[in-house]
């Protein structure tokens, strides 16, 4: 599970931002204790701020950390790919990601800290017994490995300024590396561009797509039926009338031949009949929903991340709640998967608890600021106060200011 990730000089973020997973109220079924972190740590947290305040960035730096891990031995020959802060002289700074984790008890801690043309610093750490050690650490080209792990040190040789040292150590399947690099990498990104997040909702199309195609041969494995009818109970979620869903293949013409295609059709029910309707017919609210299934289950079963940007953008509120019911309740997530969103509807505030809202502000220098709600400007908010209620009255902040004048100027309404 993800304790925390502190990002500097990442597009709108100059200074340290920092999210943090770890419990404010412990005494929640939601919140899931680990016993050697001493801590209890959320299945949800939610971002919520005025447009362009730098809510979709603190999802794109998590994204691109996790990009970065797997691309940069392969891509990364000529510059690394970093978007450092616009102004203030941000391009002479390097940027600094530092992300915090939970894997089967074990804490891990991961510090990189680069520039257009070098990774300057780069460690991973863990704390078997509670105790930080030293997986491994580099520093320009020196490269120290703890002690014992010597089937690390082939990523020595391999080593290059603009290679990050995860990405060569993850390959020689040490399970003290593999372990962190595999549930970093195993973490979803939904919403954003997708320029940015590399076609994330046609990924999650296929994704979906996997628990409803059916095996072949004449008997279907016990564990395909119990994921098929998990993906379906969950798509009927977004319409009680869906009873089934068809994949199969059709022919389309080629100059070089027939093409077969697949087709996804969503069968629906009346009182009387059922009827496949092809999945364009469907409405948009349904077939995001579908796109979802894919990852929400992988990331249920897994204990995974989950990252979503504007979910409000993308789902009905009504399948939003839903959504973060079942990453809240240990029923439905017992192995501590994570969902991580933005957001501008403040209706889901009421199905939020206080440690699990954080607020971003751009300053007038346009540095992005995150915020917890909880400790909101040094002052505890309540355990029971109304946060939709409070927030659009603006005590929290993290509301647009609309200043109107150059609008009516340009309009020619004032002078």
């Known amino acids: ?42 299945p949800v947290a ?22 970065a891990v797997r691309e940069s031995l392969r891509e990364w020959d000529d510059e690394i790919p970093i978007e450092p802060f616009a102004f203030a002289a941000g391009w002479k700074r390097p940027s600094e990601f530092t992300i915090e984790s939970v894997i089967a008890g074990v804490r891990y801690e ?36 703890q002690r014992g792990l010597g089937s690390l040190s082939g990523t020595r040789g391999l080593l290059s300024p603009r290679a990050l040292a995860l990405s ?3 390959r020689f399947d040490e399970p003290v590396v593999s372990d962190f690099a595999d549930w970093l990498l195993a973490a979803q990104t939904l919403g954003l561009p997708a320029s940015r997040s590399h076609g994330s909702y046609y990924q999650a199309a296929r994704s979906t797509a996997r628990w409803f195609e059916e095996p072949r041969g004449d008997q279907l494995p016990l564990p395909f039926r119990a994921d098929r009818a998990q993906a379906l109970a969950l798509l009927r979620l977004a319409d009680l009338g869906i009873d089934d869903v068809l994949i199969d293949h059709y022919a389309v013409d080629h100059p070089d031949g027939p093409r077969m295609r697949r087709r996804i059709r969503l069968v629906h029910r009346t009182a009387h009949e059922r009827a496949p309707l092809n999945f364009e017919a469907e409405s948009e609210g349904t077939r995001t929903w579908f796109h979802l299934i894919g990852p929400v ?36 997530n017992p192995k501590g998967a994570q969902l991580v969103f933005t957001s ?47 927030y659009l009255h603006g005590r929290f902040g993290a509301i647009p200011e609309v200043d109107r004048t150059d609008l009516l100027r340009a309009l020619g309404l004032i002078g």
């Open 1 to 42: 599970m993800l304790i925390r990730f502190e990002v500097a000089n990442f597009r709108s973020m100059l200074d340290p931002v920092e999210l943090s997973m770890v419990a404010v109220d412990r005494d929640r079924p939601e919140a899931h204790p680990v016993p050697n972190l001493g801590e209890s740590l959320l």
């Open 46 to 67: 939610a971002i919520f701020g005025p447009n362009a305040s730098g809510k979709s960035n603190v999802i794109a730096a998590i994204t691109w950390l996790r990009m």
């Open 297 to 332: 289950l992988a990331a249920l079963m897994t204990g995974s991340l989950l990252l979503f940007d504007e979910l409000d953008a993308s789902l009905h509120p009504t399948l939003s709640k839903q959504l973060l019911r079942l990453f809240q309740d240990p029923a439905t």
């Open 110 to 145: 991961y510090v990189v800290e680069l520039d257009r043309q070098t990774v300057r610093y780069e460690a991973l750490f863990h704390y078997p017994e509670k105790k930080r050690r030293r997986i491994f650490e580099r520093e320009g080209s020196q490269f120290k490995l």
């Open 344 to 390: 501008h509807d403040t209706s889901l505030l009421n199905h939020l608890n206080r440690d699990e809202v954080w607020l971003t502000e751009k300053a007038e220098d346009a540095v992005t600021r995150l915020g917890a709600l909880a400790d909101f400007a040094g002052e505890r908010v309540r355990k029971s106060q109304n946060l939709e209620k409070a």
């Open 168 to 170: 060569i150590a993850r």
